[in-house]
């Protein structure tokens, strides 16, 4: 039983191009993350949500949207995608107090633009 | 966010001990010790975490100096599977919600 999924794991697309990436936690945790990673393997915060509320929003280009349909799920939209968009997305949770207790990251999504 | 200091990369045995250690000259009072580990085309693992005391679960102990401005994480026993990129981060739990990844420490496990 998966404690955080990301879908998809791989995905290959043009730029220019719209796409998102969808996360689920079944940990009853009530706040979700989303990381990047580069090709330089630097892990940087991109987004956090507490109960469906943007509490962290780092200098991220408009382009991308994150979604909270509810606790449990955070997704990520991109829009116009462009080649330095291509990396590993992390999607994370964790209760609100993450100096006392752990999180829980997912697999990744694998995001290339071609 | 308080920073940390770890080397880059660490080799050891299969077997053997492994001490990794980590800076925090500028940790604050209510800022928690964390360390996770990412093994290849993984994502993060959490590993351990303290505050003042030593700790120690089934992965690893974790050796908090009494200042608190440094701490080791030891694996006990180390495996050809613990070969991955561990990362020591402090985090205030008092703070913004999030956990900032450093450089980490590469460890590669010979056999």
């Known amino acids: 039983d998966t404690a955080v999924s990301q879908t998809p794991k791989y995905l290959v697309t043009q730029m220019g191009n719209d796409k998102s990436i969808k996360c689920e936690q079944n940990?009853?945790?009530?706040?979700m993350y989303w990381y990047k990673q580069d090709s330089k393997k630097f892990l940087k915060i991109m987004f956090s949500?507490?109960?469906?509320?943007?509490?962290i929003n780092e200098t991220v280009p408009n382009r991308f949207s994150p979604k909270s349909p509810d606790k449990a799920h955070l997704n990520l939209h991109i829009n116009s995608l462009e080649l330095g968009d291509s990396a590993v997305y992390f999607c994370?949770?964790?209760?609100?107090?993450?100096?006392?207790?752990?999180?829980?990251f997912g697999q990744g999504t694998r995001l290339t633009v071609v | 966010d308080a920073k940390t200091t770890q080397p880059n990369s660490m080799e050891s045995n299969e077997e053997e001990p492994v001490h990794l250690p980590c800076n925090h000259s500028t940790i604050s009072g209510t800022d928690y010790i964390h360390w996770y580990r990412q093994l290849p085309s993984q994502g993060p693992e959490y590993v351990i975490h303290?505050?003042?005391s030593n700790v120690n679960n089934r992965m690893a102990s974790l050796a908090i100096a009494e200042d608190r401005k440094s701490s080791t994480l030891i694996l006990h026993r180390a495996t050809l599977r613990d070969a991955a990129v561990y990362y020591c981060i402090l985090r205030d739990v008092a703070g913004a919600q999030k956990l900032v990844f450093g450089q980490g420490t590469r460890l590669t496990i010979n056999p």
């Open positions: 303290g505050l003042t």
């Open positions: 949500y507490n109960n469906k509320e943007l509490i």
């Open positions: 994370a949770s964790s209760n609100r107090q993450v100096g006392r207790t752990e999180a829980f």
């Open positions: 940990l009853g945790h009530d706040t």
